[in-house]
């Protein structure tokens, strides 16, 4: 069984930053990607950001160029960098594990940003 333990979210001010952390453990094999997603209220859960073992990354347009996503291969581990929060932001993020057999979700964080 896999694992993965998001940390991170709050309550933040629009504009403000917050970095979010997605440890994996339990029977993994390999992991070909990890990546983050979101679900706000009523709405679809929707991709935020991928990033392969080679540390090729992929955004949604709607947080290009204020979400960094990475990660720490040895500690299989992926983190997500938010800066310039906006109020449309505010969802449950959930981590993603991608390996060759299927993928893994994590139970989520809740990111909030509000004045």
């Known amino acids: 069984q896999v694992q993965l333990v998001e940390s991170g979210g709050g309550l933040v001010q629009p504009g403000g930053s917050l970095r979010l952390s997605c440890a994996a453990s339990?029977?993994?094999?390999?992991?070909?990607?990890m990546g983050w997603y979101r679900q706000a209220p009523g709405k679809q859960r929707e991709l935020v950001a991928t990033?392969?073992?080679?540390?090729?990354?992929n955004y949604a347009d709607s947080v290009k160029g204020r979400f960094t996503i990475s990660r720490d291969n040895a500690k299989n581990t992926v983190y997500l960098q938010m800066n310039s929060l906006k109020p449309e932001d505010t969802a449950v993020y959930y981590c993603?594990?991608?390996?060759?057999?299927?993928?893994?979700w994590g139970q989520g964080t809740q990111v909030t940003v509000s004045s």
């Open positions: 993603r594990l991608f390996s060759p057999s299927g993928s893994y």
């Open positions: 990033i392969t073992n080679g540390g090729n990354p």
């Open positions: 339990g029977s993994i094999f390999s992991i070909n990607a």
